[in-house]
């Protein structure tokens, strides 16, 4: 459905867990986060329930995330149901990519071929740098898998984080080379309780094009999409581009987002929240308040005036 501002809304970004098994440092703060009680968290059922009236409300694109959506217990269940019960037209998920090479299979069973795997470093003890914990071995293992299995498209995303690996740039570009992949370099955002790290470690996207004169961009990139497309010819993938801060695309921003304990959010970097959650639990009429929310979705964010979030990111799913 259209937006006060006639945005076609049509995009559902779904977390469906706060817990990850990782601690990125631009993500997570370093204490560690307030777990939700499991009472907060959305059951399936009631997550079944939300998408089918997000889904009334025009909703025919999907994205699973997290905290890692991996962790959540039976998820190929849920992606399964989904796909029963509603008509999605893009489904796919954002996974840190530790657990995946033991859960590609059921989830591709389940209806999920589209898949966003977050990747910021090719090294091993910088990765331990930036997660704190886990392996970039398993990972690395999670795409060959996805790879494997036939999964597509397979996008990379990389968190530009000044000074840890910004020089690593050209190696992942360098991926594009002979692999069917799109690596994405996204801008850090101060959200949450790190946001002091996400403005003291940004650096903007136009570093990339700086650094890599070679890309060229591709023309007739879908509007609504929040990454600047680009390739280097010759090479068998591409490139995107995700800058909220240095290039907005508010203008285009076509989602919406359900966190796990059932607030809605109609702008990841506004503090705004709905809660589904306690309307459906009390039984009062939650099509309406989705519908109302959607209308009156914010033009923009204001990062740029010193704007922030006061939720983590993996209380978000970004
Ligand atoms: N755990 C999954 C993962 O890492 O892919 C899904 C959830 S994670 C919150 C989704 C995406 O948000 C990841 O690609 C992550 O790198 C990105 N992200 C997290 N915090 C961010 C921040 N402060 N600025 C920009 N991107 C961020
Ligand atoms: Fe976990 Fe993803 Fe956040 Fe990293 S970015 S801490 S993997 S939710």
């Known amino acids: 459905m259209k937006d006060q501002f006639g945005r076609n809304i049509h995009y559902l970004r779904l977390s469906v867990t706060d817990r990850c098994n990782l601690r990125c440092r631009y993500c997570m703060p370093k204490e560690g986060i307030q777990k939700e009680r499991h009472d907060e968290i959305l059951s399936f059922e009631e997550i079944l329930q939300l998408v089918s009236l997000f889904v009334k409300a025009g909703i025919d694109k999907i994205r699973l995330t997290g905290g890692e959506p991996l962790v959540r217990k039976k998820l190929p269940n849920l992606i399964e149901a989904i796909n029963r019960e509603n008509s999605i037209r893009d489904f796919s998920i954002t996974t840190n990519g530790i657990l995946l090479k033991h859960h590609a299979k059921e989830i591709l069973d389940a209806g999920i071929s589209r898949i966003n795997i977050s990747l910021d470093t090719m090294k091993a003890s910088k990765f331990r740098e930036i997660a704190q914990i886990g ?44 692999e069917d992949l799109e690596v994405r370099f996204i801008e850090l955002m101060p959200v949450g309780g790190n946001r002091g790290y996400s403005r003291t470690h940004f650096m903007p996207n136009t570093e990339v094009l700086k650094r890599c004169p070679d890309l060229i961009p591709i023309s007739g990139t879908d509007k609504s999409s929040t990454a600047s ?84 990111m993996s209380a978000i799913g970004g």
């Open 229 to 312: 497309k680009y390739l280097i010819p010759g090479y068998r993938g591409r490139v995107g581009l995700i800058s909220p801060n240095s290039h907005k695309f508010c203008g285009a921003c076509n989602r919406v987002r359900l966190t796990a304990d059932g607030k809605m959010k109609t702008c990841l970097l506004s503090n705004e929240e709905v809660d589904l959650k306690s309307a459906l639990r009390r039984n009062v009429s939650v099509e309406e308040l989705i519908r109302k929310n959607i209308f009156l979705k914010p033009g923009d964010h204001h990062l740029e005036t010193g704007g922030f979030v006061t939720r983590n």
């Open 135 to 178: 392996d970039l071995k398993d990972v690395l293992e999670g795409i060959a898998t996805v790879q494997t299995l036939g999964f597509k498209p397979i996008k990379i995303n990389t968190v530009l984080i000044k000074g840890v690996n910004d020089d690593e740039i050209e190696d992942f570009i360098n991926l594009t080379r002979h």
